[in-house]
């Protein structure tokens, strides 16, 4: 299993309806979310919340990509995409984690404990139950402020 993060650097909250940051495994790929971070980058307070959401359908036509950095420099390439953008987006689920936030120089981080890593797996549905093909990071508050948002996950085939 290897290490990989994400981030979109100051980008601004105009809307619920966008991912700030989307985690896509590569078919077959298990990820485990074991970190997420929010850093205000406002001059003025300005309230918002930001969540890390399951995803149930994957999104079509990615734009933004962003640079994945892998922690071990001995470890294959990520399998997985990052997006900070869609033709069409994500259909995200329920919030896994919420971070409400503010935008004056905040930094707000949720990092799971052991045995509690939020698990996505870009494969078809197994056992009758649905599975959470990603994760997508948007806001459920909008404020027009800016962020700077990373994620930080493990990678395994299966």
Known sequence: MSTYSATASNVTVNSTANDLISITPAANVLIQVIEFTVAGMGTASSASQINLYAV????????????IANFNPYAPAAGSTAFSG??????????????????????????????????????ATTGGGAVNKAVSI???????????????????PL
């Open 86 to 123: 869609w033709t069409t987006q994500p259909v995200v689920g329920f919030i896994l984690v919420p971070l409400a936030v503010n935008a004056n120089g905040g930094i707000y981080r949720w990092v799971a404990r052991p045995g509690e890593e939020i698990t996505a797996i870009n494969a």
């Open 56 to 67: 149930t359908t994957v999104g079509a036509t990615g734009s933004g990509a962003l640079n």
């Open 138 to 156: 948007r806001a459920s508050v909008q404020n027009g402020a800016s962020y700077t948002v990373s994620v930080v996950w493990n990678e395994s």
